[in-house]
């Protein structure tokens, strides 16, 4: 029997490439990566190299593949997107981000495909709503995300829970709130990688790393705030999902415990071996004023639900992710 196709959009990505390494392993589906690989040089390839995929799609021809295999596709997991908080194209953005998911949801409806994609903290803006995971018009409404993107995130959100109202959805949906998501296969992100990648090589060489300065009196410098969330959590919380086809609704997707970048630094240096090397610097003024000093998710909707995925402690994942990923010779999950 042919099985199953599970479509992963931005499969060759962060996250995206994260999930095809899982799906690929249960050998329960054929895994299709609909990303674009850019350059040989920047890596991309290299986080599916390892990977038995089924197929791969550009972008420009997704559309006319999924209607050729609409018959044995079980379901997309929409992770490709501009995830960079400070693009400066807002059209490119808008499209990209909203218009290519709207369409996306709209061709799955139709063909009782399930959904799951990803939303973002983003949406949460500088969190004085809280960082509660209701998803009803109403408080989906009251969020002020600080940037683009967040919006971009924010209107998708809404159109799927109105589209759902309506029973226009795909047979489940899900969107997650990714926080802070750190691990494999993020080399090829240049300035958006996770701050441990970003520190590593300085660790590596026993040099002293850089961390902003707070510009807030209630956080010291390296203070903020943010929930880091380890990508195998994020992984697992998607497997949980497509096991439980009843279940569909906004969810924030998170370790739901808040620590510093300064834990995080000193972490990572611990996960080298090395003592902790840390000067502070000024915060550039372009993001000072859109800047997140504070992100926690709450978990208690999913956790309710049935979902009992143990999130992995900062520590634990920070030193997985060196010992077994940036301090080896091939970093590629």
């Known amino acids: 029997m042919i099985p199953r196709m599970i479509v992963v959009t931005g499969g060759a990505g962060f996250i995206g490439s994260n999930i095809v390494a899982s799906l690929c392993d249960s050998g329960a589906w054929d895994v299709v990566v609909c990303d674009r690989l850019e350059t040989a040089d920047l890596g991309k390839w290299k986080n599916i190299a390892k990977h038995q995929i089924a197929d791969f799609w550009e972008p420009e021809e997704m559309f006319e593949q999924l209607e050729r295999h609409a018959d044995r596709i079980e379901a997309v997991i929409h992770m490709g997107a501009i995830s960079s908080t400070t693009e400066p194209d807002a059209e490119l ?73 309506r029973k226009q959805a795909p047979p489940q949906w899900a969107g997650l709130k990714f926080f802070n998501v750190y691990g494999p296969n993020e080399g090829h992100k240049g300035g958006m990688k996770s701050v441990i990648a970003q520190i590593w090589p300085k660790v590596a060489a026993d040099e002293t790393v ?124």
């Not at 809280?130 to 409404?141: I, T, V």
Request: charged fraction near 30%.
């Open 93 to 165: 953005i808008m499209r990209t981000n909203f218009s290519l998911s709207r369409d996306i949801w709209d061709w799955c409806s139709i063909r009782d495909v399930r959904m799951i994609y990803a939303s973002s903290a983003a949406t949460y803006g500088e969190g004085d709503q809280g960082f509660d995971d209701q998803d009803d018009l109403e408080s989906l409404a009251k969020l002020r995300p600080l940037n683009a993107y967040g919006y971009s995130k924010y209107l998708f959100d809404q159109y799927a829970v109105r589209q759902a109202e």
């Open 210 to 333: 850089s961390l902003f300065k707070s510009h807030r009196p209630d956080y010291a410098d390296g203070g903020q705030l943010r929930d880091f969330v380890f990508v195998e959590d994020i992984v697992s919380i998607i497997n949980w999902l497509l096991l439980r086809s009843e279940i569909s609704g906004v969810f924030n997707a998170g370790s739901g415990r808040a620590r510093s970048f300064a834990d995080l630094a000193k972490a990572t240096f611990a996960a080298a071996g090395k003592e902790p090397k840390i000067t502070y610097i000024d915060m550039p003024e372009v993001i000072r004023d859109r800047y997140q000093y504070f992100t926690e998710a709450k978990m208690d909707r999913l956790r309710a639900l049935g979902y009992d995925g143990q999130s992995t402690p900062l520590e634990e994942g920070v030193r997985r992710y060196v010992q077994n990923f940036l301090a080896t010779e091939d970093p590629y999950r």
